[in-house]
C-alpha cells in the first residue's frame, strides 16, 4: 500500500467553480501536512500547511481528518491559473523526509 | 537570494557514465534532500543530509552517493548510469525550525540511453 494516495484526476472544472479533493496516508504517526503544487515540467512549491483545525489561504481551504487518516484541499473560484498537479505531501519523522502523493490534475477550464 | 541551484538542467547520459548532480543553497539551511520523481509517481526520497559532514540514505539510494562537505553544496553521484535511473532528480532543503516547508530547485531531467 501506498504511503500517501490521491487521485490522479484530472478533475475538469469551469472557471469560477469549486473543486475538491482529497489523499489519504497510511501513517497514522504522521505530525506534518501539506498541499505542494506542481506545474508542468517545474519544481513543486508549498502551496499550504494542513493544520489540524483546518485553515484557509485566500480561496484555498485545507482540513486534516485524522481518525480516517485524510487530507482535503478545497479551491474556490477556480482561476485559469490554478490549473495544476496538486501534491499531497505528509511528514512523519523528526528529520523533515517526506512522502509526496503522486499528485491530482486539475484543469480550470474557460 | 538564488534559493536552491541545479545544475545541469538537462542531461543524456549512455549506459555504464557517471555524472554528478550539482545542488548548491545560499540560505544556510542545514537540511538537505535528493528526490527523483518519475512519470505519474509521487517523489521519492534518495538521500538527505541534516548538516555538513551527516548523510544518510533515503528510500531508494541504490546506484547513488552523496556528500555534504559544507553546509552549501549537496551533491549527487551516479555511478554507472542505467535506465532505470532516467528521471527528474530535484533537491530541496528546509529551515532547522518551522513546518518543513521544502525549497525546491528547479530539478534536473536525466535520460540515460
Known amino acids: 500500500r501506498k504511503e500517501v494516495e490521491q487521485d490522479p484526476g484530472p478533475f475538469n472544472v469551469p472557471e469560477g467553480a469549486t473543486v475538491a479533493f482529497n489523499c489519504t496516508y497510511s501513517n497514522s504517526a504522521s505530525q506534518s501536512f501539506f498541499w505542494y503544487r506542481q506545474d508542468c515540467r517545474k519544481e513543486p512549491k508549498l502551496l499550504m500547511s494542513?493544520?489540524?483545525s483546518g485553515n484557509e489561504d485566500g480561496r484555498f481551504t485545507a482540513q486534516l481528518n485524522r481518525a480516517s487518516q485524510y487530507i482535503s484541499l478545497l479551491i474556490r473560484d477556480s482561476k485559469l491559473s490554478d490549473s495544476a498537479t496538486y501534491l499531497c505531501v505528509v511528514n512523519s519523522d523528526s528529520w523533515g523526509k517526506l512522502q509526496f502523493g503522486a499528485g491530482t490534475q486539475v484543469v480550470v477550464t474557460p | 537570494n538564488a534559493g536552491v541551484t541545479q545544475t545541469p538542467k538537462f542531461r543524456i547520459l549512455k549506459i555504464g557514465q557517471s555524472m554528478t548532480l550539482q545542488c548548491t543553497q545560499d540560505?544556510?539551511?542545514?537540511?538537505m534532500y535528493w528526490y527523483r520523481q518519475d512519470p505519474g509517481m509521487g517523489l521519492k526520497l534518495i538521500y538527505y543530509s541534516v548538516g555538513a559532514g551527516i548523510t544518510d540514505k533515503g528510500e531508494v539510494p541504490n546506484g547513488y552517493n552523496v556528500s555534504r562537505s559544507t553546509t552549501e553544496d549537496f551533491p549527487l553521484r551516479l555511478e554507472l548510469a542505467a535506465p532505470s535511473q532516467t528521471s527528474v532528480y530535484f533537491c530541496?532543503?528546509?529551515?532547522?525550525?518551522?513546518?518543513?516547508?521544502?525549497?525546491f530547485g528547479s530539478g534536473t531531467r536525466l535520460t540515460v540511453v
Open positions: 530541496a532543503s528546509r529551515p532547522d525550525e518551522g513546518a518543513y516547508g521544502y525549497t
Open positions: 494542513v493544520y489540524s
Open positions: 540560505m544556510n539551511h542545514n537540511y
